[in-house]
């Protein structure tokens, strides 16, 4: 689920990269615009992948066992 979301916020701040930089938002070209349900589900799916991700800043590290 963690990889999964993780992937999910990082299509999600691509998407965000091209707003800022080149005023093109990737999910409403592809979708049919912002308004349209599809986009606003997929940015819903993106809002919600950003959220479990905040648990990745507080999950205990745990060390790769090191053949010792």
Do not use: H
Not at 6 to 23: D, Q
Not at 31 to 50: C, H, N, P, T
């Amino acid at each position: 689920m963690n990889n999964t979301t993780l992937i999910i916020t990082i299509i999600g701040a691509i998407n965000w990269l091209l707003v800022g930089l080149f005023k093109f938002d990737l999910v409403a070209a592809i979708f049919g615009g912002q308004a349209s349900l599809i986009s606003r589900i997929i940015y819903v799916i993106v809002g919600l992948a950003g959220l479990w991700c905040i648990n990745l800043l507080f999950k205990e590290k745990v060390p790769r066992n090191q053949n010792a």
